[in-house]
């Protein structure tokens, strides 16, 4: 693969790219990438330190004082379409760094993460071009009136803070609509994730999207690039996809300047299944809601709600689901299920796989570690795992665990399904199923999420709201959506 990395030793390293040039940290300091799959070094890591966070701004300051501020929406669209070209165009590169980062099958990576990389782009700079703003006329005392009209501009310079569990795709779901808008970006990967947004470098000057508009500091949260990041002042805004205490912890630096937040959040999301539903639809959908991308999507299925007239013959077909998922390599055929991303979090769903054992829960499938043959044992794997029998009050019921498991419970009526489904701090997404169109409706308007999917999970038109209810989020992005934080209204008024 041609990349922006740079290859020593035989393995891949990923620099700082500001100002379109790749910079390794002045102070030399650098974190291992290690491969969930086996534990071998994949690269090192230049970490940015105040520096480069420091020369990240001013890059992209100068970018919005430059040519990029003058762009107009239609020049922009079409670089931003080239971006979209040349990640299909080098779509193994990405899919390789993908997957060496994540250790997702193959199968799933390039489906969901890759295209929806390119896609991101695409469906922002289309939003930009066709989304009309405000006219109103008034008139005044002396008859001749006034006009006016809101302009659309860009916030400045926007962090973009992101998560390791679909790293291409939830990091390009905020550059893209940012740039469309005008904006210059700097992107603080996950320290778990570097590869595919170093790679973004080399795609953004290819396609000659000027310099400073998208800049990449790597490193950690706290003490780190992340900190050093969302707390400078020369930030306008900041978004953010990741854990609910780590939005906490941003929306105090943010304070300072009164800057503003969009928040994609946890979840401890609900599936309800009532007995009326497509039976065998229900479980592929639930199946893949508990266990894709092991079970660490934001959207996914940890609490399940089974109406008790299929309850039984539920949890026994569930069971077979997650005992066909076979872990493996990312690139072999017939692998249904990765490992975790690291060491660090394996352990801290073994925590709660172990919680699940202390609170007497009985354990449909899995609960431990599958065994693994050769390096693959070094490898951060965990079982697809269901649980039943706790009580509501459970730590496996109400915290986010971001593994590949379940607690089923039974229910008796529509109204008990929908306080089970509400009764949690988070609002992120719900997956309902039934083959009753007016329950569909009545229970989705009950149901306290920005999500509700009926016998659907994670379909995605990129034009909808996407966002957490409660303490899953705030703000909503997605097609129009997107431009409400990614822009600022400037009413025009005109005296005739
Ligand atoms: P995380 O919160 O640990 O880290 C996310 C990012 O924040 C990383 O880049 C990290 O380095 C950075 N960070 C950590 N502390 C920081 C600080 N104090 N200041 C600035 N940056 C800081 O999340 P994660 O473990 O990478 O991802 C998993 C979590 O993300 C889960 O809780 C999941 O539900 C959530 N998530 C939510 C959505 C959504 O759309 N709602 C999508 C994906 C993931
Ligand atoms: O599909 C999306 O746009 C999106 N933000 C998905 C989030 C998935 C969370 O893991």
Redo the contacts with the bound molecule.
Sequence with gaps: MSHSVTQINGTWDCANFIGNEFVVAQSGKTFENRSPVDHRLIGQVSEAGQPEVEAAVRAARAALEGPWGKLDIAKRSELLYAVGDEINRRFDDFLQAEVADTGKPVSLASHLDIPRGAANFRIFADVVKNVPSEFFSMSTPDGAGAINYALRVPKGVIAVICPW??PL??MT?KVGPALACGNAVIVKPSEETPSTATLLGEVMKKVGVPAGVYNVVHGFGPGSAGEYLTRHPGVNAITFTGETATGSAIMKAAAEGVRGVSF?LGGKNAGVVFADCDFQAAIEGIGRAVFANCGQ???GTERVYVERPIFDRFVTALKAKAESLKPGRPEATGTGIGPLISREHQRKVLSYYQKAKDEGAHVVAGGGVPSMPGELADGAWIEPTIWTGLPETSAVIREEIFGPCCHIAPFDTEEEAVRLANDTAYGLATTVWTTNLTRAHRVAARIEVGICWINSWFL?DLRTP?GGSKQSGIGREGGVHSLEFYTELRNVCIKL
Excluded: A, I
């Design positions: 569990n679909l795709l939830l779901w994609e999507v934001c959207l995605r996407f």
